[in-house]
């Protein structure tokens, strides 16, 4: 009986260590909030894939949203917001609970960043920091799903 209930107990241990190890990772949806406005902005969904980030929006949030990215330069100009490929790259840094040398589009603006993504708060948000030469401008998403 007590071999059952130590194996009941590390079974559930396990269990909750593979939760949280899950969660310590950007992949999900998540809500962008605007770090000037403190406005939600849209949902992105992260997936990985070969070991490297990507991330579309799913749904826009704001009234205002343009349908279609105006502004970018690349071959995403012209495409619909919803569905638009706006994270690319971003590796787990060795070590650490940190992607790296991603890059993230702001399709407001058409500009893409150098980006780092770092799950805080036991994974329920994500801080997003996009670089641009010396400067750099951070926003906290919310997760809302797995």
């Known amino acids: 009986m ?3 209930l130590a194996i009941a107990i590390l079974l559930a241990a396990g269990g909750a260590f ?24 849209a949902e992105i969904r992260i997936v990985e894939k070969g070991g490297a980030l990507e991330g579309r929006i799913e749904k826009t949030l704001r009234k205002d949203a343009k349908p279609v990215c105006d502004e970018c330069t690349d071959e995403r100009k012209g495409k619909p917001i919803v569905g638009l490929d706006i994270i690319r ?18 399709p407001e603006n058409g500009k893409e960043y150098r980006a780092s993504f ?8 994500l801080e997003v920091r996009g670089y641009l030469g010396p400067f750099w401008r951070t926003q906290t998403w919310n997760r809302v799903a797995q």
């Open 2 to 4: 007590k071999r059952a």
């Open 18 to 41: 593979a939760q949280t190890a899950t969660y310590m990772s950007p992949v999900g949806l998540w809500r962008s909030i605007d770090d000037k406005s403190g406005e939600a902005k």
């Open 89 to 106: 790259g971003g590796k787990k840094a060795d070590g650490k609970d940190v992607w790296e040398n991603g890059k993230i589009l702001d």
């Open 118 to 125: 770092t799950p805080i708060e036991s994974g329920t948000k």
